[in-house]
């Protein structure tokens, strides 16, 4: 089945020390995104690709960088994380159909990240 | 700034009533408009999509419908079960690509 897989599900690492969430997908879509969401709030957008072209939100911190090598897979890197990174990160998909508008995004099952 | 509403927070039901969860939006120029399910540390799974040109969308039990000119969507969930307890969030579909999600309602069904 079609379908965006993240790896791993679960993350510890501790504080300060680099990790890398993985996302991939097999619908062909050209646009990805990284979502952070914590406990009861709303997911909140850190960064899209739009085929290779990197968006980045403006209240993203710096610690968050991102890579998407081809079509089919996109990394979040956090490179010093701190307690307040502890969080669900979502990748999603979405293709464009018509200039401007886009289908159904497609949410892989997230990673849940503790920062020790 | 376009900003997404949702009302009330946490909703708790009989089995069998049929319900509506709430949506509101600052910008009326949206793209499409998308209802999810969340269950407790899970992704999201999206239940119901509606463009900007559709008033409603129906999918089993559910139905959406979307009023651009007030800036509201509502979800109806006809006959709720236990199993539709999660919690629920709406986003909408600016220009560039960008979603923009609502906090979400916390949905318990009791049986």
């Known amino acids: 089945d079609a379908m965006v897989i993240q790896n791993p599900r679960y993350q510890v690492t501790q504080f300060g020390k680099p990790v890398t969430l993985s996302c991939s997908q097999t619908l062909n879509h050209n646009v990805m995104y990284w979502y952070q969401q914590k406990s009861s709030q709303a997911p909140k957008l850190l960064f899209h690709y739009y085929d290779k072209d990197f968006n980045n939100e403006a209240d993203t911190p710096d610690n968050f960088q991102s890579r998407r090598p081809n079509t089919s897979f996109c990394f979040l890197d956090i490179r010093s994380p701190g307690l307040g990174d502890a969080a669900m990160y979502l990748c999603?998909?979405?293709?464009?159909?018509?200039?401007?508008?886009?289908?159904?995004?497609?949410f892989g099952p997230g990673t849940r990240l503790l920062v020790l | 700034k376009q900003e997404v509403t949702q009302i009330p927070a946490a909703l708790s039901v009989p089995e069998g009533e049929n319900l509506v969860l709430n949506c509101s939006f600052t910008d009326s120029a949206i793209y499409n408009l998308q209802w999810f399910r969340q269950d407790p540390g899970k992704g999201l799974t999206s239940l119901l999509l509606?463009?900007?040109?559709?008033r409603e969308q129906t999918s089993g039990r559910l139905n959406a419908s979307l009023d651009k000119s007030s800036g509201r969507s509502t979800l109806y969930i006809a006959a709720s079960q236990p199993g539709d307890s999660a919690t629920y969030l709406c986003?909408?579909?600016?220009?560039?690509?960008?979603?923009?999600f609502g906090s979400g309602t916390k949905l318990n069904v009791k049986p």
């Open positions: 986003a909408v579909l600016y220009n560039f690509n960008k979603f923009y």
């Open positions: 999603a998909t979405s293709r464009e159909v018509v200039a401007g508008g886009l289908e159904t995004q497609y």
């Open positions: 509606i463009q900007s040109s559709q």
